[in-house]
């Protein structure tokens, strides 16, 4: 596995932290989700997108497909606010929140 793929995987560790950080809940609904829902990445794994708990947040699979795809009728507006959503949750999670750090970076 090269650097890059491991550095945006998601680990086990990862998805209890933020299932625990979001009270075994999703960020969008309030809907009770499980560890392995715990899967979303905020800046996308096609950007570069870490695999870290500053970068990940969980939601039910459909909400995760509209976040990330709007699939589901093309809710593209959708998705743009749940993606506030989430950068305001993880902002008030983690004081030195930044984009830019989410990012992978070749060493």
Known sequence: MNKRTKALQITQ????KVWERQDRRSIISGTPISVSECC???IPRTKGGLGIEENIVGMTNEEHMIFDNNVIGGQKEL???WREI???HLKAHY???S????IYRKE
Not at 13 to 16: E, M, R, V
Not at 99 to 102: A, G, H, Q, S
Request: aromatic fraction near 16%.
């Open 13 to 16: 560790k990862t998805k209890f």
């Open 40 to 42: 979303c990445h905020y």
């Open 79 to 81: 998705s743009q606010q």
């Open 86 to 88: 989430a950068r305001r």
């Open 95 to 97: 004081p030195n929140w």
């Open 99 to 102: 984009e830019d750090k989410l």
